[in-house]
T-cell receptor, first 116, second 109 residues
Framework: DAGITQSPRHKVTETGTPVTLRCHQTENHRYMYWYRQDPGHGLRLIHYSYGVKDTDKGEVSDGYSVSRSKTEDFLLTLESATSSQTSVYFC???????????????FGPGTRLTVT | QKEVEQNSGPLSVPEGAIASLNCTYSDRVSQSFFWYRQYSGKSPELIMSIYSNGDKEDGRFTAQLNKASQYVSLLIRDSQPSDSATYLC?????????FGGGTRLMVKP
């Protein structure tokens, strides 16, 4: 298994509070991704990173920010959590082969977040 | 909007049968196609990658790609109850993946 950990694995928080989720990898992969998974919507990309301090928005980025100060860590922050952000959050990593589009992604174990 | 479509199922097959899972995609420039298996409460696990037209076999799994028809499929031979899971199709869009909603497979003993 790819060396990916996520913390915390479960969190319950109140509306309006800030929340930070952490993804840590030991594979030294360049790309890191944050997804959320909800019934009826599947996996949706929130933000991704293509290197240290290089990030970009995904499909559902509103209300989320990210930071990547080291290759191994990618943080997802909910500045002011809302009930609509109750979801399961997955981190993924990828390392493309040079000159190809072979972007295989490997997923972490996930974080179940409940906003009350 | 680039789309990846899958029948949500459930697809029910008897143990030992062939399960056939299908996926269509809208972006003609996509070059990489993936199948993930996700057990309930777990994270997606990459089981097959395919990049060129034709078939790719790995054990009991065969991925089939037809770029002209924008169609990718996954065949599972000799299905086992342990294959019961949701199967996600993913297609690259640059260095990102677009996922289908998944097909739930149930293999009955």
């Amino acid at each position: 298994d790819a060396g990916i950990t996520q913390s915390p694995r479960h969190k319950v928080t109140e509306t309006g509070t800030p929340v930070t989720l952490r993804c840590h990898q030991t594979e030294n992969h360049r790309y890191m991704y944050w997804y959320r998974q909800d019934p009826g919507h599947g996996l949706r990309l929130i933000h991704y990173s293509y290197g240290v301090k290089d990030t970009d928005k995904g499909e559902v980025s509103d209300g989320y920010s990210v930071s990547r100060s080291k290759t191994e860590d990618f943080l997802l922050t909910l500045e002011s959590a809302t009930s609509s952000q109750t979801s399961v959050y997955f981190c993924a990593i990828s390392e493309s082969s040079s000159g190809s589009d072979f972007y295989e992604q490997y997923f972490g174990p996930g974080t179940r977040l409940t906003v009350t | 909007q680039k789309e990846v479509e899958q029948n949500s199922g459930p697809l029910s097959v008897p143990e030992g049968a062939i399960a056939s899972l299908n996926c269509t995609y809208s972006d003609r420039v996509s070059q990489s196609f993936f199948w993930y298996r996700q057990y309930s409460g777990k994270s997606p696990e990459l089981i097959m990658s395919i990049y060129s037209n034709g078939d790719k076999e790995d054990g009991r799994f065969t991925a089939q790609l037809n770029k002209a028809s924008q169609y990718v499929s996954l065949l599972i031979r000799d299905s086992q109850p342990s294959d019961s899971a949701t199967y996600l199709c993913a297609v690259n869009a640059g260095n990102m993946l677009t996922f289908g909603g998944g097909t739930r497979l149930m293999v009955k003993p």
